[in-house]
């Protein structure tokens, strides 16, 4: 019964592969988003869909791009793959967004990402 | 650009005493969440604040929040081992979340 779910949670690859990250959630939020945690564990967002709608789209590299098929679901394609794309990257959801979204964001566990 | 800056980053204290931690953002916000981040897991939930002077108990833990001055404060009282964690403030402005640095927190017995 795991509200935010990631997979895979490792992820071990070389440079300039492309790989996806997907995740679902069960709680039937209406938005969702992507966030990259680095090595000094501080948290960025990426993107935000609200209703399948992409609504936050931070300066990211083009080789990151996310795809929502319906609203419990958000996936992230990552292109040509670079050393400095290691990280924790975290999916979260939430129930409506700006003042409307007083309910806190749920998180994944997380998706460890290695560039080797 | 909202910044939001948590104080100190790295907490070493002692089980039985008291600690407060602190977040300050630039910009006015309608919502501040607490989050808590064990080693190698996910964020978990503490406290939602929504307004001037709200303030949330759960355990030895306490948030309030002072929208005037755009500061939130989580205090532990008589710390036990089970708090050392990584605690983040989040600041909410329209449809995101602006985390801080996080506070490095390690309880010794």
């Known amino acids: 019964d795991t509200a935010v779910s990631q997979t895979p949670k490792y992820l071990v690859t070389q440079m300039g592969n492309d790989k996806s990250i997907k995740c679902e959630q069960n709680?039937?939020?209406?938005?969702m988003y992507w966030y990259k945690q680095d090595s000094k564990k501080f948290l960025k967002i990426m993107f935000s869909y609200n209703n399948k709608e992409l609504i936050i789209n931070e300066t990211v590299p083009n080789r990151f791009s996310p795809k929502s098929p319906d609203k419990a679901h958000l996936n992230l394609h990552i292109n040509s793959l670079e050393l400095g794309d290691s990280a924790v990257y975290f999916c979260a959801s939430s129930q409506g967004i700006g003042a409307g979204s007083n309910q806190p964001q749920h998180f994944g566990d997380g998706t460890r990402l290695s560039i080797l | 650009e909202l910044k939001v800056e948590q104080n100190p980053l790295f907490l070493s204290m002692q089980e039985g005493k008291n600690y407060t931690i602190y977040c300050n953002y630039s910009?006015?916000?309608?919502?501040l969440y607490w989050y808590r981040q064990d080693p190698g897991k996910s964020l978990e939930s503490l406290f939602v604040l929504l307004s001037n002077g709200a303030v949330k108990q759960e355990g030895r833990l306490m948030a309030s929040l002072d929208t005037k001055a755009r500061l939130s404060t989580l205090h532990i009282t008589a710390a036990v081992h089970d708090l050392s964690a990584t605690y983040f403030c989040?600041?909410?402005?329209?449809?995101?979340?602006?985390f801080g640095e996080g506070t490095q927190l390690t309880v010794n017995p």
């Open positions: 709680l039937g939020h209406d938005t």
């Open positions: 989040a600041v909410g402005s329209g449809s995101r979340l602006t």
């Open positions: 910009t006015t916000s309608d919502r």
